[in-house]
């Protein structure tokens, strides 16, 4: 039998009398519709309201429906990545007071966009009414008002071969119109969409396909790459969904959204800077010599010796970018990074190509093309020394110097992404030392070479091409499985070490424990690249944003006001509509990131804001779905449900919610407050709940190791660790997970089964 069926087959005699863990995690159930989310009829925001369905006979000439719904399609131009304008989109009138369908793609995130009606009016974008980047969709609301809507209508009714009609600026061509039909329906990547037998090019993003009564079935968002007389449109299913549910987040909060922080930044010459998950990424040229572009600390270098560090990685490796210092924050500076290939130690004297002085460029065999680079200045007495990946490159004299800015530094149409800037007295390294690297070259000669030829054999070989041939292939083929097992090491030493640091965070009492910094190493299991302290500061300084906007003197209920409004009024934060069931919303940082998520992901982020403002908020776990509570001087608790907006709730709403979502009333233990512990435990157990496919096998041990380091008696999950650690031939570890079941027996285990596996496995690892 193989091991996954051994596997299986072990599970399936395990029978406990009750399996609890599935209350502890938020199921699918939770999705928005379940949870009671005000839509916007509710408010009088809707869009029109579909009329009686005309009979299909009752269908217009294309001329006549073109007349009467083309005032209702808005050309919408969109700011590139360098905040200059890339284009024409399409929008189409679904609100008389101001609301605008278009494809999310069409506005881009955190980007400038401009409305313009078909008889030439510019509309104001006030606010990004609602937008789901899944579905490629967004709504806008734009400063007017007596706009003429068109008709939402049914996809359902687009069956193959329903006439329809596009309108829209395909190429930049305003105003126009083609005429086709439904091919069919399909779903990519989630996106339920209408297949359309017409010619789609850009600029027809975002615009209406209509059926011949001029009611919109879908929105265009995207041609075949196959053929130019085919399409696709979202359906205008997901439309309506989206505005049940809104997201508002105002024009001067959308700006905001991946933007540098300014307090800690200052830009000079161009291109586009945005910050994402912990990194700086840069794109677009720059309006200096060579299109630089400085991005610049506020925090000026220190007098005398200093250090200036960063981590970068080119888009492409003609490009160039890296660091910037000793300079007064505009022209004159020195610069240390990596072009074509090469490492370049330059100085900017003023703004033209004269004052630009490569003064040493070389290749270095420490730099690694197309990965991840540590750049490292290091400035004493008037000399700089120049190192990339620990070695150095240029040592020089700095002469005279312009002041003391640094930061980083981009040329021409270079993308790059930087991350672990540091700037001080004195800067960590990253580099392995020599332990590690003596440690990592003890497991290498450790592994298994599978049949490999040794490499001595290669050179008595070489006289006969043919077998010294085969000789070298056997090599490649030890090499490579010896490469995939150095990948799992590291995989698994990286896991370790955030399991570990978990471990280490839960040995104190639970009022002590950092559960933003928990919540953050739980996301961190999948992702070793995830900087911890930067989203650390990242909520930190919301709370100081909102902190801010207060009276010197504010009470809670004023804080709690503000809170809720920066969280989900201002910076649109919102439960997920689309892909409920994704990972992403089970990491804090990309829940902070995309501002969507889980109920435990936003309650945390909630809580953690909330209490850096001196609010006294905790969790409370829900079967299926978790809120947060605020606890006043008195000991009393208001409910609040951060996947619906901060919504407050009483007790009996909280448990109707959870009898619509589980099917059983909740016990009133159940909406007491829970341990940081708890909760991280839930975090980990959505993971698992999200990880039983075979694309995530990999990841399920981490969170297996990291649920039984803070609950080593949950023997559910120890017994699930046996089996991934089965199926992954770590025998060892199997039968020691095995021992831990035994020597804590339960009623409820089959323990002579799992004696006849442990039979099994150890006659197997004998073999």
Known sequence: MSRDGLASLFLAALVFANLSTADAVETSATKPKDVGAKSAAADGKSPAKPKAKPAD???????????RTLPSVVIIRGAGRDGRENGLGTGFIIGADGLIATNFHVIGEGRRFSVQTADGRKLEPVAVHASDRHVDLAVIRVDAKGLKPLELGDASTADAGREVVVLGNPQGLTHSVTKGVVSGSREIDGMPLL??????EPGNSGGPTLDRQGRVLGIVTMKSLVTDNLGFAVKVDALKALLEQPNTVSMERWLTIGALDPRRWEVSGGAQWRQRAGRIQVSGAGAGIGSRS???AKAESPDGTFELAATVKLGDESGAAGLAFAGDGDEQHYGFYPSGGRLRFVRFEGPDVYSWRVLDERPSDAYLPGDWNRLKVHVDDGRARCFVNGKLVFEHELGETAGRRAGLVKFRDTSAEFRQFALGKEVPDFAPTEEILAAVAKLRGALPSHGAAPVDLVTPLLPDAAAGVEVLRDRAKSLEREAELLRDLAGKLHRRSVVEQLTKLFQGDDDNIDLLRAALLVAKLDNDELDVDAYRDEVARMAE????????KADDAAKLVALNKYLYADNGYHGSRHDYDSLSNSYLNEVIDDREGLPITLAVLHIEVGRRLG???????LPGHFLAAYVDDDGRRQLLDPFDGGKRLTEADAIRTALEITGRTPQAEQLEPVTKRAIVLRMLENLVGRSADERHRLRLGGYLDAILALAPDNLERR???????????????SLADIDYLLDHHRADLDEERILELRDRLERERRE
């Open 57 to 67: 006979d009752n269908i217009e000439s294309v001329e006549a429906l073109v007349k």
């Open 545 to 552: 944003e909102i902190r801010e906007r207060l009276p010197a």
């Open 195 to 200: 297949q359309l037998a017409i010619p789609i």
């Open 719 to 733: 017994m699930m660790r046996v089996m991934v650690r089965y199926r992954d031939g770590a025998l060892d570890e």
């Open 615 to 621: 609010l006294d908020l905790q969790g409370i776990g």
């Open 294 to 296: 400085l991005c610049l």
